[in-house]
């Protein structure tokens, strides 16, 4: 576990940067420029299909941070969010995850695409990667600083004894 503290930490560190001085007014008080910052909560439940033994239902919630970073193109209106997720699984079993990856959104849509690794001591194991997850999600911003969003993820599975994950997800994002 402390082996997964430290990597939660250091990962946090760099997905998260600090504002730059570029960004603060002349009295020092923030510009109003956005910070970037975007803070997730979500429930997801579904399957990891294809299993041999032990229950196949998936529940969990999943707190996540990221940093949205525009395209320096204005006009394509492509924004990347590398982030760091925290996943606490309540089914099949109480287990914790840490999900490093990255959204892109698509263009003139509300759509975003994910991907991200999954490594979970779920199932009674060490901390192992268990997935490759790969999503899409629907996100309607309600206001410029909250949205809500329905997602949809599944994945490759990385290892002997996991199946392969479906999930569905309603998650709610704040950018401050």
Known sequence: MRT???IAAGALALALPSRAPAQLAPSGAPSG???GLALAGSLAGGVEAGLSTGSAGVLELELLAGWEIPSSAAQTGLTIRPELAFGLGLAPD???ALRPGV???VPGTPLWLRVAGDWANARGREPH???LLLG???ETRLTSVLGLSIEADTGLPLGDSTGLP????AAATFRP
């Not at 479906?166 to 997800?169: A, E, H, K, V």
């Open 94 to 96: 109480l287990h914790v």
């Open 136 to 138: 899409v999600a629907w």
């Open 103 to 105: 959204r892109v959104s």
């Open 129 to 131: 990667w268990r997935w």
């Open 33 to 35: 420029v956005p910070t």
């Open 4 to 6: 997964l503290a430290l």
């Open 166 to 169: 479906l999930l569905l997800r």
